[in-house]
């Protein structure tokens, strides 16, 4: 019997969409995710006396926002290298270990994409040790405070007893906005998520394909450009600021779709290893380095 392959959960078939009906489309749909994203977020703030669903929803306000980031990602993406790369992209989007390293992307400040694939590489782990000698085995921290703020649920620790966790509910003294709707406000504040919008960011971003040896400072250049012409071009809207250009150039983070993303498991006696290592640096019979 042949699948009925209708409803939610669609998103990859724009990749059989030819390039001026996926831009479209995908002008379309970037309002309804700020919005999205937006909603969940004052919806956040409303609730702020209660600390774990507040957290439950601005992290789901930030996944939606992650979304948008990976979609711009398919507009900056050089045109002769987007067919083969816009499948991963599109199975990012609904990753939720994709969404919030796009996320986190935000903060990092590398010097180059050599060195922002480093920082993916360490964060895209099943687990790590962690401890001042690596004493323990943990699960992926991003992955981890994601679920247990959805769930109360039963966890196994590193020696094999198991433990009930409550939902977490911890927000600490500092708790802005996600930079991820940040960088998404900001570009709909100069008018990129329209369909001349976007043709403009491809025309500029596709001169250049990301590879390990590009400099941060090229997304800086490439950002200034867009900038520029949306302004030129009259695609700005009134409310667009000083802010808003400060926090594209200062969030909006080199385009990741060279980069491996998807989940990589670590093995055990890979962690163990590492474990033992670090108890020698301790000790003084192993240098760190």
């Known amino acids: 019997m042949a699948r009925i392959d209708i409803g939610l959960r669609q998103a990859r078939k724009i990749v059989n969409l030819p390039f001026a009906e996926r831009l479209a489309f995908i002008a379309e749909g970037l309002p309804i995710l700020l919005q999205s994203a937006q909603g969940l977020y004052t919806a956040s703030e409303a609730v702020s006396q209660m600390p774990r669903e507040s957290m439950l929803l601005k992290g789901h306000a930030e996944e939606e926002a992650a979304k948008i980031l990976i979609l ?20 990012w989007y609904y990753d939720h270990l994709a969404r919030l390293l796009y996320a986190e992307a935000c ?20 687990h790590y040790v962690e401890g001042n000698m690596g004493e323990f085995i943990a699960p992926n921290d991003l992955i981890y405070r994601r679920e247990t703020r ?10 094999g007893s198991l433990q009930w966790v ?34 403009l960011i491809s025309s500029i971003w596709s001169e250049v394909d990301f590879k390990d ?31 808003n250009a ?25 962690l163990e290893a590492e474990q033992e290592r ?8 192993e240098s760190e380095y």
């Open 166 to 199: 409550a939902p977490s509910g911890y927000v600490g003294f500092y708790n802005p906005k996600p930079d991820a709707i940040v960088v998404a406000e900001a570009l709909d504040a100069f008018g990129a998520f329209t369909v001349e919008g976007l043709e």
């Open 150 to 159: 959805l769930y109360a649920d039963i966890e196994a620790l590193d020696d």
């Open 107 to 126: 903060q990092w400040r590398p010097v180059d994409l050599k060195e922002l694939r480093g920082i993916i590489d360490r964060r895209r782990v099943t």
């Open 278 to 285: 670090l108890l020698l640096v301790e000790m003084g019979v």
């Open 246 to 270: 400060r926090d594209l150039y200062g969030r909006w983070q080199m385009p990741l779709y060279t980069l491996d993303i998807k989940a990589r498991e670590v093995a055990r006696s890979a």
């Open 213 to 243: 040896e590009t400099p941060a400072q090229e997304n800086v250049r490439l950002i200034e450009a867009t900038l520029t012409q949306l302004v030129e071009r009259k695609m700005a809207s009134e409310s667009a600021t000083t802010d």
């Open 72 to 91: 711009m990602d398919i507009i900056r993406c050089p045109k002769k290298e987007v067919s083969r790369r816009i499948g991963v992209l599109m199975g």
